[in-house]
């Protein structure tokens, strides 16, 4: 009997096996490497998965294919310029000395720039501005010298923005320009000299220089970029050094074919229509160079503030990959901890827990079984959690206008120690695994997510955007709201993390709570393709890159990274290598970086907006169909090139 029932087990468990083989795309969702079923397989929130192209999408669409643009976009400076022009502007830029080795400039400086009031600079300054950060003064100031003055007990980097106009008004007084040249003795100094000649007596100066032989809108752009490398830049006698920053470029440059690319516009304005999301924003990295990156639509549908390239998108679970994980990289690379340790070896708080004999690899690859999410019910339901303005039971800031009460997140880290680990492991996608991982993390590193990544990761690459609690450093207007929560919160969420586990623990956790525009994105997945280096900076061995966005040994996912090998073969078809790491965000966000191709895909939005029950972008397999044209983009790319 007993051998009966054994033979009726194994039997319904082929069948059911077959059965799943028949939805080869969602596999891997139960699967893992041994082609066995998980003991608990339980629905997956649209945060995990990547959504679907079904093969009557075309026809779904078919209608609106000709729909006019969207009636807000943005148009980069270098999105309408040639090949051609690029050259001609770009390689007329030249370094003519680097005394010090002070160029390239980076984050790290503390940089001043001084510059002529009667020029418009605009196109200058927008770019520089958001490469680093800066303080301003005019030479026509009337307290010029004395600002100078009290300059000269500061460990300042200044740059001088010069034209001939400025240079020869300088020289006919000479006072403003004895004062620059004696600053020079200093300080560091780089200058930047637009005019067809530059003085010959600057080679006479110890400062970095540079030449622009033309001032206009493209060359100002083109001189900021050269600043800090984020292109390639020429010395006077043809030396080149390679950018080490991403740039941008036109999209021919990159050897991709424009006009396909610029079919993502017209595929985002019928979602925008649709309603899919109430805007988004798009980036594509082509080796080194960013050769799209447009905003889209509206903060939300009626239309009152156009979303912008500046603006920071709620990233979700991205958070995991381009938070949580890093910050384990860097820990396991330093020896501080052991992809095969356990948390008893790390934290006595939890030798006592069933979590106690769990792995730090078992916890980056989901493959621990635990819950998917938080026991936060109770927590819920309570309406004492926050208050809109701080005192001493509510002193934690989680937005301008909203304070969580005291003692709230020991509660759930408390809860957080109940939770209990199956007896074996098993693959199952779970906010607990990363939740778990911040504990460690900040254990070991002795400081809070939030501070380790940003002194570790995020100031050093300049990142301006990329940051937890968004609602306390910048402006309302830069931030994209989420859902219109009318259950819990009963407010607009616009400020703070959407995610409900994220913020019970103030905002700050391992599975979410990461705001970012695309460009910081991209800077973060490029450092990755690089193998761990960017800006002239290394931040990981290459060795360490390479272990953790590799396939585990244990599903289709990496260590901390998903792989979209895992989700799409429709992508594969059209170039996208297996190597391709990434994570995707239930407020409708991905990143995707491929290596083989050295290509990186960002869309953010907020589809969730008002509504979480808006499933339109998964029914849609909008991202995916983005994706694809940049696949598409590449491969034609490289037919015109053969044609040449």
């Not at 991205?318 to 330093?334: D, R």
């Not at 939030?450 to 968004?470: A, I, T, V």
Request: aromatic share 10%; glycine share 6%; charged share 25%.
């Amino acid at each position: 009997m007993k051998t009966s029932n054994k033979i009726i087990t194994a039997l319904v468990a082929v069948a059911l096996i077959t059965l799943l083989s028949c939805f080869s795309e969602t596999l891997p969702l139960f699967v893992g490497i041994n082609n066995s079923i998980s003991e608990h397989p339980e629905s997956i929130d649209e945060e995990y998965g990547f959504d679907r192209l079904d093969q009557d999408e075309d026809v779904y669409w078919s209608s609106e294919i000709n729909d006019d643009l969207p009636e807000n976009h943005t148009v980069q400076l270098f999105d309408t310029l040639s090949v051609t022009d690029w050259d001609k502007y770009a390689n007329s830029i030249k370094l003519i000395q680097n005394p010090g080795g002070l160029w390239p400039l980076n984050p790290r400086q503390n940089i001043r720039l001084l510059r002529p009031g009667n020029t418009d600079l605009t196109p200058f300054l927008s770019f520089f501005s958001k490469e680093l950060l800066f303080k301003e003064q005019l030479y026509v100031e009337t307290n010029f010298k004395q600002k100078l003055n009290c300059a000269k007990g500061e460990e300042e980097v200044f740059v001088y923005v010069m034209n001939e106009t400025t240079y020869n008004a300088m020289s006919f007084s000479g006072n403003i320009l004895n004062k620059l040249y004696d600053l020079a003795i200093h300080h560091p100094v780089l200058m930047v000299y637009f005019g067809a000649n530059y003085p010959e007596k600057l080679h006479n100066w110890p400062i970095t220089l540079f030449h622009i032989p033309e001032q206009n809108t493209i060359t100002q752009a083109l001189a900021a970029q050269s600043l800090v490398s984020a292109k390639d830049v020429y010395t006077n006698n043809g030396t080149l050094f390679m950018a080490q920053r991403l740039g941008r470029s036109p999209v021919e440059y990159s050897g991709m074919d424009m006009e396909k690319l610029e079919e993502i516009d017209r595929w985002v304005e019928k979602s925008i229509r649709r309603k899919v999301m109430p805007g988004c924003q798009v980036l594509v990295a082509k080796s080194g160079r960013i050769i799209y990156n447009k905003a889209f639509g509206y903060h939300t549908y009626d239309k009152k503030r156009a979303v912008s390239t500046e603006d920071v998108y709620d990233i979700a679970s991205i958070t995991k990959a381009a938070g949580t994980t890093l910050g384990i990289m860097k820990l396991e690379e330093m020896g501080q901890l052991d992809l095969a340790g356990r948390l008893r070896d790390y934290m006595p708080d939890y030798k006592r827990t069933s979590l106690s004999y769990l792995r730090v690899r078992h916890l980056l690859s989901h493959h621990t079984g635990l819950q998917g999410n938080l026991p936060i019910a109770r927590f819920l339901n309570r309406d004492d959690i926050f208050q809109n303005y701080a005192s001493s039971a509510y002193n934690i800031a989680v937005d301008q206008d909203l304070y969580l009460k005291s003692g709230v997140k020991d509660e759930l880290l408390a809860e957080l120690k109940r939770v209990k680990a199956p007896r074996r492991n098993f693959f199952r996608y779970s906010d607990v695994n990363f939740i778990i991982l911040q504990q460690l993390l900040e254990h070991q590193a002795g400081q809070s997510l939030d501070q380790y990544l940003s002194l570790s990761f995020y100031q050093p690459l300049g990142l301006q955007h990329l940051q937890y609690r968004p609602g306390l450093n910048l402006d309302k207007t830069q931030i994209i709201p989420t859902e219109q929560d009318k259950k819990w919160r009963k407010h607009l969420v616009h400020g703070e993390v959407h995610d409900e586990s994220a913020l019970l623990l103030g905002g700050i956790a391992g599975n979410a709570g990461l705001f970012s525009n695309a460009k910081d994105l991209a800077i973060i997945f490029q450092m990755l393709l690089n193998k761990g280096a960017y800006g002239g900076e290394h931040f990981f061995d290459p060795a360490t890159v390479e272990r953790f966005t590799s396939k585990n040994n244990y599903n289709y996912r990496a260590l901390g990274f998903d792989r979209l090998a895992g989700h799409s073969k429709n992508l594969r078809r059209y170039g996208a290598s297996l190597n391709t790491f990434g994570h995707t965000g239930f407020t409708g966000t991905c990143v995707w970086a491929d290596p083989d191709n050295d290509l990186i895909f960002i869309f953010l939005s907020n589809r969730i907006y008002p509504s979480k029950r808006n499933n339109k972008l998964q029914k849609t397999g909008l991202r995916e169909r983005l994706h694809k044209i940049v696949y598409q983009s590449l491969r034609e790319g490289k037919k015109l090139a053969i044609r040449g």
